[in-house]
């Protein structure tokens, strides 16, 4: 009877060292490919970076606003929007802010299109904003991705 509940708490102690270890790899993998608003900044005033804005259009109701030289890529339309560019230049993502699991997948997303120099904004448009730096109002037209619905008569 023993045996088995050192056993038992063995397994236990190994499955959440598991888990403690996998979430700290992914926690490094942010780390790494982030950048802090400050950083961002450095490099758009030296023009050494493409800025693209990721955010969902129901964001862009709440906050109607964007980085000055960002371009503005609906998520859905990512892969046919980003077919042309260049995949080897310095890049920077950003959306409304996210945890660690959006930023994962957004980032997971990027690296699928073969993006290989690509981070992302920490914090997001709102860590931009709290930082004080600029932003300008969005005023190209955008579309609500509205699912249809068959009607039923």
Not at 13 to 26: E, H, K, M, N, Y
Not at 32 to 44: G, T
Not at 94 to 118: I, S, W
Request: hydrophobic share 40%; with cysteine; aromatic share 8%.
């Amino acid at each position: 009877m023993e045996g088995m509940a050192i056993g038992a708490a063995a397994l236990c102690l190994l499955i959440f060292g598991g888990i403690t270890v996998r979430r700290l790899r992914a926690k490094s993998r942010i780390e790494a490919s982030s950048i802090e608003p400050e950083a961002l900044y450095e490099l758009l005033q030296a023009k050494h970076v493409l800025l693209y804005d990721v955010r969902q259009p129901l964001d862009f109701l709440a906050h109607p606003e964007i980085i000055p030289g960002a371009t503005r890529i609906a998520p859905k339309d990512i892969a046919e929007q980003t077919a042309s560019f260049s995949r080897d230049q310095n890049s920077v993502i950003y959306c409304t802010g996210g945890d660690d699991e959006t930023f994962q997948m957004v980032l997971g997303k990027a690296r699928a299109l073969n993006f290989t120099r690509v981070k992302l904004l920490k914090g997001g448009l709102g860590a931009w904003k709290e930082k004080g730096y600029p932003v300008e109002p969005y005023t190209s037209s955008f579309q609500l991705d509205t699912a249809s619905r068959p009607s039923h008569k």
